[in-house]
């Protein structure tokens, strides 16, 4: 087999940003078992660097991870004089060079459904280096990532100009990425804040959203969707107390009630009323919410805590790099639109008691027992 060396850079958005990345987190930590595994790059300094670099942790965004030092080089990036990266005594993956010519293959295919054989035999990478190597060097899957790369396809075709309205647009986008429907554009819910088609105005002016009340096991249900995906998913005593909070929410916005539960509507009650079911579905519809960047991440890491598991305020607030962000947590949960599509009720207190929940702390307890009882069986 003959290892390829790749001259284009592994950027940060092309490790999907729904998945927080095993070497973020190994920069984040500074760790220095990841030195001479990858660098990574800033593009505002056009400097790179071993993950253990003491010097201030850069921005997400202006990330780039390169295999070896041979790339960042390639790509206009010198050598950080603080941690000399191109020093390092650390031995590189050996199999970087490979995995990255995956990479570059997915990300030309990425309106495609390729198999894996498919892709070894037209890398002459095997298909064990490539399930293995990507685990170990990129820190998602070959499905992962190529998942995120038909993603990417549809933000960028979606920026592209269109005729007509921007309903046609964003259906156009959908089919050219890939997509065999609108249903399909997101497949598990954790894949489905980081899509953001357009950004919604402040109380929503200018949007139309339908919206819907079911009966759940939590109570009465309120579901509402814009064009472009589920924006709010909450409980109430009452359908008047739950049209009045959407209202306040979107007070811009035109409220349209459903006529019958289609679509996305129809596939978020689905969802809800099977987490306290046997047999739970996953969430087949995206996500139009509004959020801080920090609350993005906040319920990335919340759609991240497995089914049947806790995590603590404190805990998420090291999962993301933050101990001391304890209370800026508990906010972006408390700020949380969408009910158990993004399950804040799997936070807890540092002693495991039931703190606040917005929905009341009845249903969480509910929730939590339900998920837990489905794992224990």
Request: charged content about 25%.
């Amino acid at each position: 087999m003959t290892t390829l060396t790749m001259t284009k850079p592994l950027s940060a958005s092309s490790i999907p940003s729904l998945f927080p990345g095993k070497q973020w987190q190994q920069v984040l930590e500074r760790d220095t078992a990841a030195d001479g595994q990858f660098f990574y790059a800033v593009k505002s300094t056009k400097v790179y660097c071993k993950p253990s670099c003491p010097s201030r942790r850069p921005t997400r965004k202006n990330v780039t991870f390169f295999p070896t030092t041979e790339a960042a080089q390639a790509a206009g990036y010198r050598a950080c004089l603080r941690c000399e990266p191109d020093r390092t005594t650390a031995k590189p993956d050996p199999q970087a060079g490979a995995i990255a010519a995956v990479t570059e293959y997915l990300k030309d295919h990425a309106t495609e459904r390729t198999k894996l054989a498919e892709v070894a035999k037209a890398t002459g990478v095997g298909r064990l280096t490539i399930l293995r190597g990507f685990k170990r060097v990129l820190g998602v899957s070959p499905g992962q990532y190529a998942k995120a790369q038909r993603i990417d396809s549809f933000k960028k075709g979606l920026r592209e100009p269109g005729i007509g309205k921007t309903e046609k647009r964003v259906t156009d986008a959908i089919y050219e990425a890939g997509y065999g429907s609108s249903s399909r554009l997101y497949e598990k819910s954790n894949a489905t804040l980081g899509m953001k088609p357009r950004v919604m105005r402040e109380g929503g002016a200018g949007l139309l959203i339908r919206y819907c009340m079911a009966a759940s096991p939590l109570g009465r249900m309120l579901v509402a969707t814009t064009d472009v995906g589920i924006c709010s998913i909450t409980f109430g005593k009452d359908d008047a107390e739950l049209v009045k909070g959407l209202r306040e929410s979107f007070n811009k916005a035109q409220l349209v009630p459903a006529k019958g539960n289609t679509g996305w509507l129809a596939d978020a009650v689905a969802f809800v009323v099977s987490q306290m079911s046997e047999h739970p579905l996953a969430a087949t519809f995206p996500l139009d919410v509004r959020a801080t960047a920090f609350q993005q991440r906040v319920w990335r890491a919340l759609q991240e805590i497995p089914r049947g598991e806790t995590r603590s305020y404190s805990e998420l607030a090291a999962t993301l790099g933050k101990p001391s962000a304890v209370r800026a947590v508990a906010g972006a949960c408390a700020a949380n639109s969408v009910a158990i599509a993004v399950p804040c009720h799997r936070v807890v207190g540092k002693d495991g008691s039931l703190t606040g929940y917005r929905w009341g702390t009845e249903r969480k307890k509910k929730l939590l027992e339900a998920e837990k009882a489905r794992i224990s069986a």
